[in-house]
């Protein structure tokens, strides 16, 4: 069967024996395993292969856990590597992967396994054992000759294991076969090799034992997290790639498609920009623009600021644009700490009203949905207003202009940015234009079926709705109260994950008020007050709360809460999602409502009336209804993807709540809710503090031919 959407990370579970066991128990793994093989293969999951995962592969886990060994991780139909692209629409997939530690030693040990539910072979030809014959199925090759291509692509350089001490090995697994129905399997002319064994159910003693010889009985999750990371599946925050770089130009190892966009983009500018060593060379006089879209989490980011660094490196001119506030204040604040260069490398679409002079080589445009139609400000004068669209101010700034675009994330009424409007720019301009799109999704802790669900829960995609089930990648749960969700964030901030929490524009939102600048607690429910993150520029409450632009980053922004415009293109470990009554369930629909709001009796401040959505950009003289329900529905896919390990969500509504805990279930299984007590030390990567001013020893370089580079960061 064809692989039929290569879109994200190429394995359908990841979780220890016994929480298989136990996700069975519930009859919650098979659909689960079924639902991520219809996404991956495009198609349903036969009966044979049901029946495999319903008796195979708990089988497995059965012994495991009876050999002692249920801490074992089971990986199941994973591919060696995501970035599979020697082999197109064929990556190599292998039934289950076995992760544990090694009892002498302690190192990662793993094996491969082929589930196979033959009870009868018989030999095709006399002189070997590599081809057998099984009744119903026709000829088959023997099942190590599968497991020897496997082991090569695992063990190869490019693999997991290539290049870390990891003790491989392999074995078939035949439960319901006996010694004697599958002789010619296990025959002395039978293929050899570490993993060429085979296991009937006549040799189960023999396969608990060997188990207990490969596995230690506890230490899995630390190797898992080792071989996860190692096939590109864990990512490292953006900005904490960013501050160990320092920007330098070895900033992202990216991959697949994204290392495709990177090198057509570089390849380019060596041909249509001068190149100051060798003058002679005439260069390419049309305009290019790249067009890259892709959805939340597939790398655009990560391919702008890595191309900027690469460009910057080879002594190009480049600004890097963006229509956020957060993200570029985060970047400014987190990374270019003490170096002014760097923080003036970020600058937003609306400061392009003058064309620089000179113009500069390269734009690179961010978040190029938030485009708006004209370059305006109320701090402005009217003359300084843009007269022209937008994009045409941003292409008139550079040679050569890149677009990363997801027309999913738009939120704002006045978000004009779609491949429409760059395809129509590109043809006013006669400029060439160059369009990719991004298909791989590593955000969410690399769990396409995490984002596949946010989006079918809020009615962003047409797929039916579906429980959640765990996959050992991501994590969700539902809070019963405000309370709750506050202390959960709060606890795994304060033992070292990055942390926030985040709703909808559901209550009014003041300005800072006095001289000290206080913030004013807006977000309330019940007893339960709390202020929204700073509405200003500057430090508020004697210096204490940061400013909207850094709140994400900044240490004392945990005790505020953000709203979509400071979350979006932003992620933290955990994230509190604070669902508000702009959205609620009623029977089988969502009911989407705009708030009124009243002025309190003696003081002024503004609270709410009637429930709904308070946000100015979205009232009701500004959007239709089926704009403002659209709007919504992404403002809140942004804010429950901005995780990577771990979502909290909590519903105002009671019917919401209920209707949410329906699809969530408990978070009972073991081990499963990725605290950062329960993480292994491979995973505990404590966030990187901000540089110290002045150390950054950056400056502008022009790598030298043969110059080795820094040690990769693999952010994807």
């Known amino acids: 069967m064809p692989w039929g959407n290569p879109r994200v990370s190429m394995l359908l579970l990841k979780l220890s024996a016994q929480d298989l066991l136990t996700l069975n128990r519930r009859r919650r793994m098979v659909p689960h395993l079924a639902a991520r ?117 695992f063990t190869s350089e490019r693999g997991p294991f290539g290049t870390v001490g990891f003790a491989c090995g392999g074995f078939a697994y035949l439960h319901n076969a006996t010694d004697d129905s599958v002789r010619p399997l296990i025959d002395v002319d039978a293929p050899t090799g570490a993993y060429a064994r085979v296991y009937t159910g006549d040799r189960r003693d023999q396969l608990l034992s060997d188990l207990r010889k490969n596995f230690a009985e506890d230490g899995a999750a630390s190797a898992a997290e080792t071989m996860l990371q190692r096939m590109g599946l864990r990512n490292t925050p953006l900005l904490d790639a960013m501050i160990r770089s320092r920007g330098e130009d070895t900033v992202f190892t990216l991959r697949g498609d994204q290392k495709k966009v990177a090198d057509q983009v570089l390849e380019t500018a060596a ?82 009203v003058t064309p620089p002079d000179p113009s500069l080589d390269v734009l690179i445009c961010d978040e190029a949905h938030r485009l708006r139609d004209r370059s305006t400000s109320r701090f402005w004068k009217p003359e300084d207003h843009g007269t022209g669209p937008q994009v045409d101010e941003l292409l008139a700034a550079s040679r050569l202009t890149v677009f990363f675009l997801d027309e999913g994330q738009s939120v704002r009424p006045h978000d004009v940015g779609t491949v429409a409007l760059i395809e129509d720019a590109a043809e006013r301009h006669g400029a060439r234009l160059v369009s990719s799109s991004l298909r791989e999704q590593f955000r969410c802790g690399g769990s396409d079926a995490y984002i596949r669900w ?57 300005k800072p008020l006095g001289k000290e600048k206080r ?151 073991h081990d499963l809710r990725p605290t950062w007590a329960n993480l292994p030390l491979e995973a505990r990567k404590p966030h990187p503090p901000r540089p110290r001013r002045g150390s950054s020893g950056r400056g502008k370089r022009k790598r030298k031919t043969g110059e080795a580079k820094e040690p990769d960061l693999r952010l994807f």
């Open 519 to 669: 913030l004013e607690l807006d977000v309330r429910i019940g007893d339960w007050h709390r202020p929204w993150n700073a509405d200003s520029d500057s430090y508020c409450e004697d210096g204490q709360v940061p400013p909207s632009k850094i709140w994400s980053v900044h240490p004392n922004g945990l005790g505020q809460i953000g709203c979509v415009y400071t979350a979006q293109g932003l992620e933290w470990d955990w994230c509190g999602v604070i669902m508000g009554e702009d959205m609620v369930r009623r029977g089988d629909e969502w009911v989407f409502r705009r708030g009124k709001e009243r002025k309190e009796e003696g003081s002024g401040i503004k609270r709410v009336d009637l429930p709904g959505s308070f946000d100015p950009k979205v009232r009701a003289g500004s959007v239709d209804d089926d704009e403002f329900a659209r709007l919504v529905r992404h403002a809140y896919h942004v804010l429950m993807t901005r995780a990577s390990r771990a979502t909290v969500l909590y519903s105002t509504d009671a019917e919401t709540r209920a209707y949410l805990k329906e699809l969530v279930g408990e978070a009972e299984i």
């Open 454 to 510: 946010v989006q079918t829960v809020l009615g962003v995609s047409e797929e039916p709705v579906e429980p959640w089930r765990p996959d050992g990648l991501m994590h969700i749960e539902v809070a019963d109260t405000p309370e709750e969700l506050e202390r959960i964030i709060r606890d795994e901030a304060m033992a070292g994950a990055s942390a926030r929490m985040v709703a909808g524009y559901c209550w009014p939102w003041t």
């Open 271 to 352: 041909k249509v920009l001068p190149d100051s060593e060798r003058p002679a060379l005439v260069p390419d006089e049309r305009r290019v623009i790249f067009l890259v879209t892709g959805g939340a989490g597939t790398g655009k980011s990560a391919i702008g600021l890595q191309i900027k660094a690469e460009l910057e490196a080879q002594g190009r001119t480049v600004k890097y644009a963006s229509g956020s506030r957060a993200f570029n204040g985060a970047l400014q604040y987190h990374v270019g700490h003490g170096d002014r260069e760097f923080r003036e490398s970020f600058t937003f679409f609306s400061n392009f």
């Open 37 to 153: 093989w219809r996404h991956f293969r495009g198609a349903d999951a036969s009966l044979s292969e049901r029946s495999a995962w319903a008796e195979s592969l708990v089988s497995l886990a059965t012994d495991l856990v009876a050999a002692g060994r249920g801490n074992v991780e089971v990986i199941v139909e994973c591919a060696a590597t995501i970035d599979e692209s020697e082999r197109p629409g064929d990556p190599r997939l292998i039934d289950v992967v076995l992760v544990g530690r090694h009892p002498e030693g302690g190192g990662p040990s793993v094996q491969l396994v082929e589930l196979k539910r033959w009870s009868m072979v018989t030999r095709v030809e006399r002189a070997t054992a590599e081809l057998v014959h099984v009744p119903g199925m026709g000829e088959k090759k023997h099942p190590a000759l599968q497991l020897r291509e496997y082991y090569q692509a």
